[in-house]
Every structure is written in structure tokens, then in C-alpha cells.
């Protein structure tokens, strides 16, 4: 079975400056999809950033990219120049890639603070 | 401009209650699904469905009834409520056929039971 480890459950950063959220998954796949979403104090999941398993390239969303290391198995997310508005749980999550996959496995969140 | 809308968005149950809540899309997503969220334990897949007529168990079902009549509706019965039922509960829907494509999430219901 498939699983996602946050093992920061919390993190600080100051207004403008760079944090590094990690994500370690365990996975028997060669195939599957990761994903960050962002939940913000009023509960919406929203998608940061989403990376393909097949693709090499790290994916990049203005000022949120990631460090896909498939032979570690790790997926950490970079926010560059942060915000205030980037405050909120972050949540890692993996999906099969198989057809007809239906679930995704969440980790258990990073609460991040945005100092000013 | 709708996606997932869940509701209600707050709900307080007694113990013994039933109750459904409500998830509907109109992205006409094959996929639906219901997840659980409790501190420290990320989301937890209760109840999914890969479309009208057809649904299944995910990891936590207990206590938890789906049914799936359209492809745009799927509630979540709350047979009796107990309180280890009070979480934060999320729909989710994406299309069947796009294996890239990401989970579309109602904005939650907050159940507490008392």
C-alpha cells in the first residue's frame, strides 16, 4: 500500500523570504501523480502544484516549485518570496496513475506561518 | 462558475441522528468520492464512486451510506451519528477519462456530534 509522510507539522518563514516543505512517499508504481494542495483557514482545498511521475523536469508555478526526487521518493514543495496569503495547511498527495484510480493518499498536513 | 458545492457547511448532530450531506458538481466528472478530515491524520477516503450506479468502500466506511443516481449528486448518509463521526468532511469530483487531471474539492462540512 501506498503512503505519504509530512514529518513537519508545522513550519515558520518570514514575509518574502524562501521555505522548503518536505514530502516523502512510499509506492511499488513506476507511474503516478503528486500533487500539493493548499487548505487556507476557510477549509477549500486548493492544487499548488501537480508533477507527473514520468516526467524529469520539476514543475514550477510562479513562485512555487518542487524537488521531485523519484529514486528517493521524496517531493518537496519551495515557496519562494512568501506571502501572507500563502499562510494555511499544505497537504502532499499521491495518485496511481493506473486507470481507473479513483483515490489519492494524503499526508497529514504542514501548518505553515507567515511572519511579518 | 459552481465546481463542488457542498452542504450545509456547519452541522451539529445528537448522537443517534441521521443526517445527509449533500455533494453536487456540474463539471459532469465521472469520479466522485467523499473523504474524511481529522487532525493529524490528513483525508481519509470514506465512500467513492466511478459513476451513476456504481460506488464503493474506501478506507473508513463504517457508519457511512453512498448512494450515486446521477452523475451529478452523491450524499453521504449518516446512518446514527456517534462522535467519533465529528470531522470535517470533503467531496471531491474529477473526470474519469484524464488520468492528469487533479481532484476538484467542495469547500467542506463541519460536523460536530454531541
Known amino acids: 500500500a501506498q503512503t505519504v509522510t509530512q514529518s513537519q507539522p508545522e513550519m515558520s518563514v518570514q514575509e518574502a523570504e524562501t521555505v522548503t516543505l518536505s514530502c516523502t512517499y512510499d509506492?511499488?508504481?513506476?507511474?503516478?501523480?503528486l500533487f500539493w494542495y493548499k487548505q487556507p483557514p476557510s477549509r477549500q482545498m486548493i492544487l499548488v502544484i501537480r508533477?507527473?511521475?514520468?516526467?524529469?523536469q520539476n514543475a514550477t508555478e510562479n513562485r512555487f516549485s518542487v524537488n521531485f526526487q523519484k529514486a528517493a521518493k521524496s517531493f518537496s514543495l519551495k515557496i519562494s518570496d512568501s506571502q501572507l496569503g500563502d499562510a494555511a495547511m499544505y497537504f502532499c498527495a499521491y495518485r496511481s496513475a493506473s486507470s481507473g484510480t479513483y483515490k489519492y493518499i494524503f499526508g497529514t498536513g504542514t501548518r505553515l506561518k507567515v511572519l511579518a | 462558475n459552481a465546481g463542488v458545492t457542498q452542504t450545509p457547511k456547519f452541522q451539529v448532530l445528537k448522537t443517534g441522528q441521521s443526517m445527509t450531506l449533500q455533494c453536487a458538481q456540474d463539471?459532469?466528472?465521472?469520479?466522485m468520492s467523499w473523504y474524511r478530515q481529522d487532525p493529524g491524520m490528513g483525508l481519509r477516503l470514506i465512500h467513492y464512486s466511478v459513476g451513476a450506479g456504481i460506488t464503493d468502500q474506501g478506507e473508513v466506511p463504517n457508519g457511512y451510506n453512498v448512494s450515486r443516481s446521477t452523475t451529478e449528486d452523491f450524499p453521504l448518509r449518516l446512518l446514527s451519528a456517534a462522535p467519533s463521526q465529528t470531522s470535517v468532511y470533503f467531496c471531491a469530483s474529477r473526470p474519469g477519462g484524464q488520468l492528469n487531471t487533479e481532484a476538484f474539492f467542495g469547500q467542506g462540512t463541519r460536523l460536530t456530534v454531541v
Open positions: 508533477q507527473e511521475a514520468y516526467k524529469q
Open positions: 463539471m459532469n466528472h465521472e469520479y
Open positions: 509506492t511499488s508504481e513506476s507511474d503516478y501523480y
